[in-house]
């Protein structure tokens, strides 16, 4: 469990980086020629995005330490709504950076987790381009004696919250995982959170195949007794 949470923490840690660092303006020549008047006000009514991000994300983060993360960085603002959530508000060109910097974290991230000792049976671990696919390569066998499949809890939480800042509702999102062996052929495919495939679990399919074996060693016996 120690392992986990502290994959879950890194990858977590790495996307608000990428926040801070997407934000963060860019370094200026000794010579900067003075905005004209026209610039400035163009800048000034540049659109502004906000973004809640719910508490969970930066526990243990208070408000000032988070304004003053964000306002370094170049966040325009952040408040705190009644539940607890951080509000941040930005510039739309600022936001773009972001969103596409966080995509590019995130993709690295994970395909450099396999090289951690938390998973040992994972060999490469990938993102589709679109971030909703997670391919894996593992040793069937170790694979199959381990409880590495865990490893699409690491890397959902570090998606949720790239979708807060992307402005998607995470609930509306699904991670297709496909593991394949060192022969590319499938050891299993799953769909995370779980509850968002349609599919039956095995213990379902399992339960459901044993009323039905039931059910029918009931008629059976009535049609002897008949």
Request: glycine share 2%; proline share 6%.
């Amino acid at each position: 469990m120690k392992s986990h949470r502290s994959i879950l923490c890194c990858l977590l840690a790495a996307a608000l980086c990428c926040l801070l660092a997407a934000c963060s303006p860019q370094s200026t020549p000794e010579e900067t020629p003075s905005p004209s008047p026209t610039a400035s006000a163009s800048s000034q009514e540049e659109t502004r995005i906000e973004i809640v991000i719910p508490a969970s994300y930066l526990e243990g983060m208070t408000l000032q330490e988070v304004q003053e993360a964000a306002k370094e960085q170049g966040a325009d603002s952040v408040t705190q709504d009644p539940d607890g959530s951080f509000r941040y508000v930005m510039t739309a060109t600022a936001h773009r950076r972001l969103v596409s910097e966080m995509r590019a974290t995130l993709t690295e991230n994970v395909s450099q987790i396999p090289t951690g000792e938390n998973y040992p049976s994972i060999q490469s671990a990938s993102l589709s381009d679109d971030l909703t696919a997670l391919t894996l390569t593992a040793d069937r066998e170790a694979y199959q004696n381990s409880n590495d499949r865990t490893i699409v809890r690491a890397v959902w939480p570090s998606l949720e919250i790239y979708y807060y800042f992307n402005k998607e509702d995470p609930s509306d999102k699904s991670l297709a995982v496909t593991v394949n062996d060192t022969e590319g052929a499938v050891i299993e495919s799953f769909s995370w959170p779980e509850e968002a495939t349609e599919e039956p679990s095995a213990s379902s399919q399992a339960s459901e195949s044993s009323s039905q074996s039931s059910d029918s060693s009931s008629e059976a016996s009535s049609s002897e007794s008949e």
